[in-house]
């Protein structure tokens, strides 16, 4: 099973690639939109970038979902768990 640190990882590092924003800055809390400039290619890209990485796929309504760092941290860790 893989730990939630290491989604936490994986996940920072593909925002900070994709909004040019340092790791360290990104916070659990962190609104993806308002306060780290997510848009919808951003999101698109993310996606993307999630479901290779983590062997899921991601609904859009569930992509709607995604408020913050935290929130999209939970739901890998959800799926992940429920593909195992």
């Given at each position: 099973?893989?730990?939630?640190?290491?989604?936490?990882?994986?996940?920072?590092?593909?925002?900070s690639?994709?909004?040019?924003?340092?790791?360290?800055?990104?916070?659990?809390?962190?609104?993806?939109?308002?306060?780290?400039?997510?848009?919808?290619?951003?999101?698109?890209?993310?996606v993307?970038?999630?479901?290779?990485?983590?062997?899921?796929?991601?609904?859009?309504?569930?992509?709607?979902?995604?408020?913050?760092?935290?929130?999209?941290?939970?739901?890998?860790?959800?799926?992940?768990?429920?593909?195992?």
């Open positions: 099973m893989i730990q939630k640190s290491e989604i936490e990882t994986k996940i920072k590092s593909a925002l690639g994709f909004l040019k924003v340092e790791p360290s800055k990104i916070k659990g809390n962190s609104l993806l939109r308002e306060e780290l400039g997510l848009d919808s290619m951003d999101t698109i890209e993310l993307f970038e999630l479901e290779d990485n983590f062997n899921i796929q991601i609904s859009d309504d569930d992509i709607m979902g995604f408020k913050t760092m935290d929130d999209v941290v939970e739901y890998i860790v959800k799926m992940t768990n429920e593909n195992k």
